[in-house]
């Protein structure tokens, strides 16, 4: 089992070393020469790199905030007791099982500049008096796919605050109530303090997902407008199935699981500087 394992996860990565060693283009099959660190090179130098990192950027500034914000609050609502709350529990996950692909779909409907059902909305609400075409212009189209990772990833990042919350001892609110504490200052000195490492979990999956995120990108806005929604995962599939370089597209795949690893470093290294606290 074991074999079977290292044979499907280390052979890939093998493989797209070596392409990232040599030059393999495929409008060039027999000329694969040994390169070294050329397609590193090619791939830090390009015009194309500047671009997507400030694309992913913007879209993160955008994504991840806001779906921690929304999970923290949906998890708050669904920590409490009401009628049909397990049934929202699971409901919520709908979006997230959703195919990426068919959220894409459907959002580009929705936003669709013609006949969307978001234009039709406003319109039919006298807030609108020209359909706005969301997805044809680059700071719109930016907050369209913003809108759509986060109704995608919000109901995971949800339940991950859910389970966070729940291992958070009542009698501790309990004992705040007494001492009289609000609810805000119970959030501020219990909840918060005891939900940081599930936040840093969160937090740290959602920006792997947010840094990495391609399909919607390609449904939604195909990289554009202007290459507004140009995300670094996008750029690596035009360097690979676009220019037919695989040399530069797996060099830069590389790249990009390098600056997350050591993101997801410096996230541990804060969360362990304050348990120490």
């Known amino acids: 089992m074991l074999l079977i394992m290292a044979a499907f996860s280390l052979y890939p990565i093998g493989y797209a070393l070596y392409l990232s060693l040599h030059r393999e283009v495929l409008t060039d099959p027999l000329n694969n020469p040994y390169v070294g660190f050329q397609n590193f090179s090619n791939a830090l130098h390009s015009y194309y790199l500047t671009s997507s990192l400030v694309s992913t950027a913007a879209f993160m500034a955008m994504a991840v905030p806001s779906v921690m914000i929304f999970g923290l609050l949906a998890a708050l609502l669904l920590n409490e007791a009401f009628a049909g709350a397990r049934i929202l529990r699971v409901a919520i996950l709908l979006p997230w099982a959703m195919p ?19 234009n039709s909305a406003l319109f039919q609400l006298g807030i609108i008096h020209d359909y706005i075409p969301w997805l044809s212009q680059p700071a719109l189209a930016r907050v369209g796919l913003a809108v759509a990772h986060v109704w995608r990833e919000g109901p995971l ?37 005891l939900l940081r490492p599930t936040i840093v979990i969160v937090l740290i ?62 996230y541990l290294r804060v969360l362990r500087s304050e348990e120490r606290r």
């Open 205 to 266: 999956y959602e920006t792997i997902v947010a840094a990495t995120t391609f399909d919607l990108v390609y449904v939604m806005t195909g990289g554009g407008p202007a290459d507004a929604t140009s995300l670094i995962s996008w750029y690596a599939y035009a360097e690979v199935f676009k220019f037919l370089d695989l040399g530069t597209g797996a060099a830069l795949a590389f790249l990009i699981a390098l600056v997350l690893l050591a993101v997801i470093i410096l």
């Open 100 to 118: 990426a692909v068919v959220s894409g779909i459907v959002w580009r409907w929705m936003l669709n500049g013609d006949y969307g059902i978001l």
């Open 157 to 193: 990042a949800a339940i991950f605050f859910l389970a966070g919350l729940q291992t958070i001892s009542p009698d501790l609110y309990s004992a705040a109530a007494v001492d009289g504490a609000g609810r805000v200052a119970a959030f501020r000195r219990i909840t918060m303090p």
